[in-house]
């Protein structure tokens, strides 16, 4: 099926992987990085915060920059990492669309649930089209779970893809 994903993908169309699918991506080629075993070498499940990094993304373009949002992670091999020269890149073209950070925004060691570089959570690639997040949106979405926060999420992707279709 990846190969259908692939020349999805390559002809524009939007993929959206999360989580394992995020790994998935980065194994494919079609997202920079690799996502390796936690620092701490323990499965973690709780909710952390993200901040957004950038609105140049349909992930990202109707969310506030400067707030902190709370999704759940839940991943034993979700540490983001890419070498110096991949990193500089994905700063240069704003392709980090998310970091850890602590429920004020702030960037910080301590908010980094797994040791990812950069506290880098979620990345897109250079044409905007496919996008790859380790914390769990889709499970932050019903007031019944106590938690809306993913929710903007997929609205800022609605809002986007119906408009450009």
Known sequence: IMDSVVRHAEKGGYVFGICNGFQILTEAGLLPGVLLKNLNQKYNCKNVFLKPQTQD?????DLDLSKAYKIPIAHG?????????TLKQLNDNEQVIFRYCDEN?????????NGAEENIAGVCNITRN???MMPHPER?????CGNTDGKRIFESILSKVILSV
Do not use: C, K
């Open 57 to 61: 993304s349909i992930l990202t373009a």
């Open 77 to 85: 091999d979700g540490r983001f990492y890419a070498d110096a020269d």
């Open 105 to 113: 925004g702030q960037i910080t060691w301590e908010s980094n649930p």
């Open 130 to 132: 496919v996008f790859g």
């Open 140 to 144: 932050a979405t019903d007031p019944l």
